[in-house]
């Protein structure tokens, strides 16, 4: 455990996202169904639309076309609504819609740029850059009754934005998080890679992308996060 103090960096945002897919109305079971009966009975033309009819009574007006293809198609003879489509400049029209799949998980990311002046300073901004990447990384105990073949879960961040000598609660709460990306340039001005006598970087740049732990709700979100 430990507790870091940094800068408000650029950039601070928060993005929320929602799950939503898109998907045709299911009539694979029809379908399936269907095929196997023509392939039994070796229907063709009028036959096969009957057939058709009869396994998918239970489907709605705008299935009937992705049905009968489906249909066809599985039968060995072709799509005859594309076909058929192609020649008309038309398309089938499958009536998708949206389903809700859950909310997303929130990332945060950070950028923090350090010039050290003396040894002591040099000393804390290598301190904070190994705090952030032992913590992220899982722990791997050989002594244990697995014998090493387990991971030990990675520390958990607690990230709260400050203002003097509080909380801002201007600002959106953050939950617990877990640090997926740490990455630390030492050249972050570009050109050649400088240090001082003692060959410690003159300029360091790290760039932090953390995920919270637990999705959000209508109640974490009257709660401030």
Same mark, same amino acid.
């Given at each position: 455990s430990g507790a870091i103090a940094l800068y408000m960096p650029p950039g601070i945002k928060v993005s929320y996202s929602a799950g939503w897919g898109a998907d045709d109305t299911n009539v694979s079971g029809d379908v399936a169904q269907a095929i196997t009966s023509v392939k039994e009975k070796g229907l063709t033309g009028l036959e096969l639309v009957n057939e058709a009819r009869r396994h998918g009574s239970g489907i709605v007006a705008h299935q009937a076309k992705q049905f009968l293809s489906a249909l066809t198609e599985g039968a060995g003879m072709g799509d005859w609504m594309?076909?058929?489509?192609?020649?008309?400049? =038309?398309?089938?029209?499958?009536?998708?819609?949206?389903?809700?799949?859950?909310?997303?998980? +929130?990332?945060?990311?950070?950028?923090?740029?350090?010039?050290? +002046?003396?040894?002591?300073?040099?000393? +804390? &901004?290598?301190?904070?850059?190994? =705090?952030?990447?032992?913590? =992220?990384?899982?722990?791997?105990?050989?002594?244990?009754?697995?014998?090493? +073949? =387990?991971?030990?879960?990675?520390?958990?961040?607690?990230?709260?934005?400050?203002?003097?000598?509080?909380?801002?609660?201007?600002?959106?709460? &953050?939950?617990?998080?877990?640090?997926k990306n740490c990455a630390v340039d030492y050249t972050p001005e570009g050109g050649n890679f400088k240090t001082f006598e003692d060959h410690t970087p003159v300029s360091y740049k790290v760039d932090l992308t953390f995920a919270e732990l637990e999705y959000m709700t209508k109640d974490k979100i009257k709660d401030g996060f």
């Amino acid at each position: 455990s430990g507790a870091i103090a940094l800068y408000m960096p650029p950039g601070i945002k928060v993005s929320y996202s929602a799950g939503w897919g898109a998907d045709d109305t299911n009539v694979s079971g029809d379908v399936a169904q269907a095929i196997t009966s023509v392939k039994e009975k070796g229907l063709t033309g009028l036959e096969l639309v009957n057939e058709a009819r009869r396994h998918g009574s239970g489907i709605v007006a705008h299935q009937a076309k992705q049905f009968l293809s489906a249909l066809t198609e599985g039968a060995g003879m072709g799509d005859w609504m594309k076909l058929l489509g192609k020649g008309w400049g =038309m398309a089938i029209n499958n009536h998708k819609e949206m389903f809700y799949e859950g909310p997303g998980f +929130r990332e945060f990311t950070y950028s923090f740029k350090f010039w050290p +002046r003396n040894d002591d300073e040099t000393k +804390r &901004i290598q301190d904070i850059i190994m =705090m952030f990447k032992y913590h =992220m990384h899982p722990g791997r105990d050989k002594q244990a009754w697995h014998k090493g +073949r =387990m991971f030990d879960y990675p520390s958990e961040f607690e990230i709260h934005y400050l203002h003097r000598t509080g909380i801002n609660t201007s600002l959106n709460k &953050i939950s617990r998080c877990a640090l997926k990306n740490c990455a630390v340039d030492y050249t972050p001005e570009g050109g050649n890679f400088k240090t001082f006598e003692d060959h410690t970087p003159v300029s360091y740049k790290v760039d932090l992308t953390f995920a919270e732990l637990e999705y959000m709700t209508k109640d974490k979100i009257k709660d401030g996060f």
